[in-house]
C-alpha cells in the first residue's frame, strides 16, 4: 500500500489492540495518511513485530505502547507516553474485544461474563476517561462494534451482546463529549483475522456468509479502515454518534 492523501497531517491518533488484523489496519491506514499513531498490544514482542511493519511502510511517527486495556497501569502509560512522545491526542479508536465462550448466555460461568464486559465494554468507557482531557478541539473517538451487535447470534451470543452496548455507548458518549469531540462507530461483519479464523476458515462456513451478503464477498481489515478513517477525518466533521454498518449489505436485510 502506498501513502495516501495527507488527512490526518499533524494529527496523533491511538489505536487500542493494533499490533494485527483490524487494529493494525486502522493504525496502518491513518500512519499512511500523516497521522503519528500509537500502536499498543498485551505482549512486547507483538508491539514491536507492528511497529517493524509500519516503518517498512514509510510510516516514521509510531510509538508502540504495553497496554492490557484491563489494567489500570496500562491504561494510564498508554496515555502518558503518547503525550510525553508526540504532545496531544487527536483521535483514539477502541479496538480491544474478546469472545471467550460459545456457550449459551445462560450457561456462561460469571468469571467469564466479566471478563468479556471488561475487555469489550468497561475497558472502552476507561480508556476514554483517561484520554478525555487531554484530546484536543475537533478530536475524533471511534469504537469498533459489530453488526453482531444488530442481532447477536451463536455461537457469539454474548459477544454480539457487548458490542450492542457499545451502539448504546455510542450515542451516550457523543453527547458528552459534543461539541469538542465527535464519536461514530463502525461496525463490521465476518472480516478474516485471527479472532475470526474458526469461522472463516472454513470454507463451507466462508461460502455461506459471502452467499449471505449483497456483495458476494467477506470485508476485509482495509475496508473497516477506511471507515474510521472517514469518521475520524474532517470530511466528516458534522457527523457524530452515528454507526457506520460493513456488511457487504446483510444488514439491510436485517
Known sequence: MEKMGRRFGGKVAIVTASSEGIGF????????EGASVVISSRKQKNVQEAIEKLKAKGISQVLGVVCHVANPEHRKNLIRQTLEKFGKIDVVVSNAGTNLSAEPILKIPESVLDKMWEINVKSAILILQEAAPHLNKGSSVILV???SGYDPLPPMTMYGVTKTALLGLTKAL??????HTRVNCVAPSFVPTRFAQAITKDESKRKSIEEGTL???LGTTADVAAAAAFLASDEASYTTGEILVLSGGVHARM
Open 25 to 32: 489496519a486502522i493504525a496502518e491506514r491513518f500512519g499512511l
Open 145 to 147: 462494534s459489530s453488526v
Open 174 to 179: 457523543a453527547k458528552e463529549m459534543a461539541p
Open 215 to 217: 456483495l458476494k464477498r
